[in-house]
Each structure stands twice: as C-alpha cells, then as structure tokens.
C-alpha cells in the first residue's frame, strides 16, 4: 500500500500527482535537478519502480512499455554469441521476440524443461550467459525451483531471469531466492483491470540495474506517466483480488479434474500436479492461473459460444475471467510445428480466474463444458 511513494511535499496528497511535463527548467544546468528529461526519468514512474523495487527485495526497479518491452530490455544485457537458456514452456511473445530479432544479432538460443535439473545441466555450453525462466509457465504452468536453479547458474557464472508474471511479487519474490532480475508484464495482475499495458524489472544488485538503466534510457519504452499511475494503483489491491481469485481456482480446478469432458487439469495447487510441491516450498499460494485439456478438440468452439459470464479471448490478470486458447491467443506466434512439439493442441483452454462470484464462475464453466457438441 505504502511503498514507493511518500505524501507530496507541496499538497500532502494520498496519491502520486501524474507529472506528464517532459523536461524541467534547470535554474542552474551544472548541477542538474533529479529530474532532466522525462524518458530518462519521471517521478510518477519512479514511484511504481520504486514499489516494485521494493517488494520485490530489489535494488533497481525500472518501468516499461510493455512486458515485452520490459523482457526485451532484459535481453540486451546479452553480448553477440551469447547462449541463453529459456523455459521451453514459455509464452508466445518470449519466443517470437527470441526467432524473430534476438537469434539475427547472434544469441544462441536453447529450449529447456527448468523444471528439470537434468536437462539443465545437459544444455549448459561455454558461452551460456544467462536463463531467462518462466514461472509458471505458460500454458502449462510447470513450476522451477528457482533457489535451486539459481544456485546451479551462480556456479556456472550465469545471469537468473525470472519472468515472475503469473505469480506476481505477492506470492514470490525469485530475488530473494537467488535470481538476479526479475520481470513482470504489468498489464496482467499488477494492473489488474485489463486496461493498460505495462512491464517492470527490477534488478537484485545495483550494478546489473544500472546497466539495465542504461538501456531503458538508450531505447526509450519507457511506461507513461499514466500507465506509472495506473499500475501503482493495481498494486494496491494485487493482495485482496490474488487472494479471492486464486481461492476460486483452486475449487474450479478440483470440479474441472472430476469433470467427465475434461481429459487433464494443469494447476500446481492440485496435489497430483509435479510442481505441488515445489510450489509449495517456493510460493506463498498457487495462484490464479490455471489450463485444462478436454477429451475432444472439436467441443472447444462450443464452450466459448456458451459461456455466459467468463470472455474469451488473449490475455490474462483482469478481474473479469478470461478463456484463452493458446493455438489462436498466447502461442499464436509459433508455428504449427513448434506449438506440437511442446504439446500445444486446439484442445487445450487457460483460464484466467477472475473475482466473479466462485459459484457462478464454476456453474458457467461447467454448463458451457456440459453442453458442447461435437
Ligand atoms: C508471462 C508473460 N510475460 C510477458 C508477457 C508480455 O507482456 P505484454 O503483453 O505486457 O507485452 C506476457 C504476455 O502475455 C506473458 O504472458
């Protein structure tokens, strides 16, 4: 509620004045006020880098256009022949970013279960540099121990990137357990009402957080004064709706598991999911995102047309709950071929849990599920 912002000097108010001036009078040019230039910085960004600097136990918190702006500035940390490792089971944007751009300026590039220490270890290559994990991830929500992993990585010398979107800092804090940076797309829980678009990193140390200053200033996506607003307020309140809404699905994913159309529910807050435990040691709670598999592709259609309180569509966060089929919404950007290899098939829905009531929610989920027809 309270971090990142003190109570404006001049009017005592409760919230963050919205500054939107782009540059200030410099009475004396040699000795330059905090504030220069509004993408280099700004007090209304700062007070949400600030939050999230400290919530998440950071240094460096530093605001972005987007998620993806605030993923792409993690990449550049890395240098031409670089080799990264990422969660195979990664969202759509990470990989189109990774195919599209990144593998042109020369990172090596390699796909890797981080749940699975094995294989971690298996991928490890001279010029690793860094592991960016998705936790949970997506659609999947396989679960990576991260203090373990961080420890493997340190002794290698590799950076830890952590994209903490799906659990947000209430629920875990990786810098804590040893990773160097973590990113969130702020779009989702942190803003929380599906109206903005916003990303945030913050970094554990201060060196690696100037460095990653240095490319938000250089590149410029930086998170308007607006959105800076929009998402400190979404902090406010991230507790109360994570609470509700993952309450909710931890009872929808128990009727969906019993439900006779459903072939397979995937949330680590069920005791049979491989990363429950983990979880458990890891997280405060299992949140609010969760995919199942029905017996058959064809009733998917049907289930969208009837629901009657859940959307349907991409993204995920908001307080409404959100259907989303990865084949059309988070993994369009991979080709067929890569979407089948990681198990991505048109009979898989990832719910977004939001704050309906639970009854309702789980009548409407099971109704459309009831009545689908092949
Ligand atoms: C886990 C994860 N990280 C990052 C992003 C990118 O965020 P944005 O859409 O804010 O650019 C997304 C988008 O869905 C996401 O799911």
Same mark, same amino acid.
Request: some cysteine; proline content about 5%; glycine content about 8%.
């Given at each position: ?5 003190? !109570?404006?000097?001049? &009017?005592? $108010? /409760?919230?963050?004045?919205? +500054?939107?001036?782009?540059?200030? %009078?410099?009475? #004396? ?94 991928? !490890?290559?001279?010029? &690793?540099? $860094? /592991?960016?994990?998705?936790? +949970?991830?997506?659609?999947?929500? %396989?679960?990576? #121990? ?112 019993? %439900? ?115």
């Amino acid at each position: 509620m309270h971090t990142g912002y003190e !109570l404006d000097k001049g &009017t005592q $108010a /409760i919230t963050p004045p919205i +500054f939107r001036a782009t540059t200030y %009078h410099q009475a #004396d040019p040699w000795n330059p006020p905090p504030y220069d230039y509004a993408r280099s910085g700004n007090p209304t960004r700062h007070a949400f880098e600030a939050a999230m600097a400290e919530l998440e136990q950071g240094t460096v918190g530093l605001a972005f256009s987007s998620g993806m702006a605030a993923l792409t500035a993690a990449l550049m940390l890395l240098s031409q022949g670089d080799h990264l490792i990422v969660t195979r089971d990664c969202q759509g944007g990470t990989q189109r970013v990774l195919r599209g751009i990144f593998s042109r300026f020369g990172i090596q590039i390699s796909y890797v279960d981080t749940e699975d220490y094995h294989a971690l270890a298996h991928a !490890l290559k001279p010029q &690793t540099r $860094a /592991i960016l994990i998705e936790n +949970f991830s997506n659609p999947f929500l %396989h679960v990576t #121990d991260i203090p373990k992993v961080s420890q493997w990585a340190h002794a290698n010398d590799l950076w830890v990137m952590v994209d903490n979107t799906f659990i947000t800092p209430y629920l875990q804090n990786p810098l804590t357990q040893g990773a160097d940076l973590v990113i969130h797309s702020a779009t989702k829980m942190i803003g929380g009402h599906s109206d903005i678009t916003a990303g945030i990193a913050v970094a554990k140390d201060s060196d690696l957080g100037q460095q990653l200053y240095f490319i938000q200033n250089a590149c410029g996506a930086v998170l308007s004064p607006d959105d800076s607003y929009m998402s400190l307020r979404g902090l406010h309140t991230l507790p109360i709706r994570m609470d509700q809404a993952q309450r909710t699905a931890q009872k929808l994913a128990r009727v969906l598991q019993d %439900h006779p159309r459903v072939e397979h529910v995937y949330y680590p807050g069920l005791s049979t999911h491989p990363g429950h435990e983990i979880a458990q040691q890891t997280m405060r709670g299992f949140g609010q995102m969760l995919t199942i598999r029905v017996k058959d592709a064809t009733w998917v259609p049907d289930v969208a047309h009837h629901l009657q309180l859940a959307r349907v569509g991409a993204g995920f966060g908001g307080t409404e709950t959100i259907l989303s089929l990865p084949e059309l919404h988070c993994h369009a950007a991979l080709t067929i071929d890569e979407r089948r290899e990681r198990n991505i098939t048109p009979d898989i829905i990832r719910i977004s849990v939001g704050l309906e009531a639970d009854e309702d929610l789980i009548a409407d989920i099971v109704q459309a599920l009831d009545r689908a027809e092949a």
